[in-house]
């Protein structure tokens, strides 16, 4: 019997009535509380109806919805039958969808809301394999001729019927799990080609819970993990899991949108993140501090001088402050920190792990100043999330950490970072020859990052393989470093670095278009669309003035000498997005081709 099939009972043998999972309720949207007894139960319903459904062992099952409880729920009840989950984006499209239920012979659906239903009863004619969907949100409203289509209390129905021999082969398969069972198939975002299934066994999982278990302590009596991140997303995923094997409870966010209202309600100690989260939170409280009176500024000033000279020079390096500082840190944090980190919904933070891009030094620097315990780390689906992260003490600004207990990693030709350990994935679904590219005979997984390791081994991370650019002049340009500088600006909400094959580099600039238009009012520029505002010359000028000043001690080779301002984001429905938020560098490259092509013709004039 592997591990995860013991972990719900044991948990609410231990826990009993103590509360698991919050969620909002969905028809009050009120915080609600399922405790581990009451998960145990759902989870035994759940492994019954879904033998009644028919899924055998190492079938695959699909949740295709936001985060809910559910989701957690049919995981382990798909764990009890030997079956295999397979998650996908609630924000996937049909065909992102059709393709993984495809490739992975999917046979039993849940979907979220009505869009993801609308979606699978079109996937029902497509997919041969999938016999059953079931809906989670009881708001779904049923098409007037699905007469096959359960709702989650049906589904749940299901289990009352079963008798002593249905519970005996669940039983039976629960015992014949083996560490060696596939546990998940999370499919890869595809930023190049179609997206791979990655197979983690349970394995795997195991080998990552013991191993952020030596490197991370959590209170399972105070601490709360806030999931803000999808399910499907391997980072949320293992982080989530880590908190189930430790009794911490996880407060379930259903809406992305509604992240700031559910971080201030829920009042997290702990919560994964990607950068974006952090690059909002900075430009909102230097935004503030910006209009703050000159005598708070300049108490601020002091704080974070006083913070950083703390947090950063003598805890960071594990040395004693010296009781000045730490007299004058207690004042600042008091008068201060606490009421910013109060604003936010973060005042009993611990931990904060962050990871799926770069975040810029300096808010790296800014956020633990105020007592924001982010912890940078670096990963991928394929080596079931964290490879490394920041330790409690001796880590170095500008790395992601030391690997984890365990994981070894070493740099490539090229110099790719290559992962080797007991978290590495046992190889992709259906797809042999991919798995041989880059999974070498002796374990050694190619990452297709690029980076390099310091002398105290930490691991800094410089690019993604794939996206280094070589100007026309023989210069390599690293956009996701361009990309992430300009992403801290206030102005800038999304940026496409152009250069590969160029004689210089360029960019795509989505704005912030509130903050663009609070600009326009304030300078009182007239305009009656985003189109107008976009183009405007003293708009322009004045985003180029800012990059301007992000690179001045950059190498001219490196620097943006055009750009342009778009009047729509990239979006994942576009296709320009993946459902991590990564560029999809192809498809941006082809559908703004006229426009990139614009900023290189030798009659370009710069806007003024």
């Not at 019997?1 to 028809?27: C, H, S, T, W």
């Not at 899924?55 to 699909?62: A, L, N």
């Not at 819970?209 to 949320?236: C, N, Q």
Request: charged share 25%; proline share 4%; aromatic share 10%.
């Amino acid at each position: 019997m592997n591990k995860f099939v013991e972990l719900i009972p044991n948990q609410a043998a231990r826990y009993g009535d103590r509360e698991a999972l919050r969620f909002r309720d969905y028809e009050t949207q009120v915080w609600s509380s399922i405790t581990w007894q009451g998960m145990q139960e759902l989870v035994d319903r759940v492994a019954l109806a879904l033998l009644a459904c028919g899924v055998e062992e190492q079938g695959r099952i699909s949740v295709f919805t936001q985060n809910c409880p559910e989701i957690l729920i049919t995981h382990f009840g798909a764990f009890y039958n030997r079956a295999i989950p397979v998650p996908i984006y609630a924000t996937s499209s049909k065909d992102e969808a059709a393709y993984i239920v495809n490739d992975a012979a999917v046979t039993v659906l849940f979907a979220g809301d009505q869009r993801q239903y609308d979606i699978a009863r079109q996937l029902v004619h497509e997919c041969p394999s999938l016999k059953q969907v079931v809906t989670l949100n009881p708001e779904v409203r049923h098409a007037p001729d699905d007469h096959s289509t359960l709702t989650w209390k049906q589904f749940l129905g299901l289990a009352d019927g079963a008798g002593p021999e249905q519970m005996a082969v669940v039983e039976q398969r629960r015992q014949a799990g083996a560490d060696t069972d596939i546990m998940y198939l999370i499919y890869t975002s595809g930023t190049t080609g179609v997206p791979k299934g990655v197979m983690l066994t349970h394995s795997n999982f195991n080998a990552a819970m013991w191993a952020h278990g030596e490197r991370i302590a959590v209170d399972d009596a105070t601490d709360v993990s806030l999931s803000f991140l999808p399910f499907s997303h391997i980072f949320e995923l293992g982080w989530t899991m880590f908190c189930l094997t430790k009794g911490v409870r996880v407060a379930i966010n259903y809406n992305p949108k509604e992240i700031q209202k559910a971080v201030r309600e829920v009042r997290p100690s702990c919560m994964c993140s990607v950068p974006r989260f952090w690059e909002k939170v900075y430009t909102a409280v230097t935004d503030n501090l910006a209009a703050a009176k000159p005598v708070v500024r300049m108490l601020f000033k002091r704080a974070i001088a006083v913070g950083r000279t703390r947090n950063m020079k003598y805890v960071r390096a594990g040395r004693k402050v010296p009781a000045i500082i730490e007299k004058q840190y207690q004042y600042f944090d008091k008068k201060v920190f606490n009421r910013l980190r109060s604003a936010i919904g973060l005042e009993n933070g611990r931990f904060f792990p962050t990871a799926g891009a770069m975040l810029s030094d300096n808010i790296t620097e800014f956020l633990h100043s105020v007592g924001i315990n982010i912890v940078i780390g670096y990963g991928l689906s394929e080596t079931n999330a964290s490879v490394c992260f920041y330790e409690t003490t001796g880590w170095t600004l500008g790395t992601i950490g030391y690997p984890i207990p365990g994981v070894e990693v070493k740099i490539g030709e090229q110099n790719e970072i290559l992962v080797k350990g007991p978290t590495v994935m046992k190889g992709y679904y259906n797809k042999p020859d991919e798995t041989a590219a880059v999974l070498e005979p002796d374990g050694w997984f190619h990452t297709g990052d690029c980076g390099e390791i310091n002398e105290r081994g930490e691991l800094i991370m410089t690019e993604r393989l794939k996206d280094l650019y070589k100007t026309s002049n023989g210069k390599y340009i690293a956009p996701q470093v361009l990309e992430t500088m300009l992403g801290q600006d206030k102005f800038i909400e999304q940026v496409a670095i152009i250069g590969d094959g160029r004689k210089y580099v360029s960019a795509l600039i989505v704005p912030d278009f509130n903050e663009l238009k609070a600009y326009a009012q304030k300078k009182k520029i007239e305009f009656h669309s985003v189109e107008e505002l976009v183009n405007n010359p003293t708009v322009h000028r004045m985003i180029e003035e800012r990059i301007e000043g992000y690179q001045k001690d950059m190498a001219s080779y490196e620097q943006i000498k055009r750009f342009v301002l778009l009047p729509r984001p990239f979006t994942m429905e576009n296709g320009e997005l993946t459902n991590t938020l990564k560029i999809r560098r192809a498809v941006i490259n082809k559908r703004y081709a006229v426009l990139i092509d614009a900023l290189y013709a030798a009659d370009y004039r710069k806007k003024k």
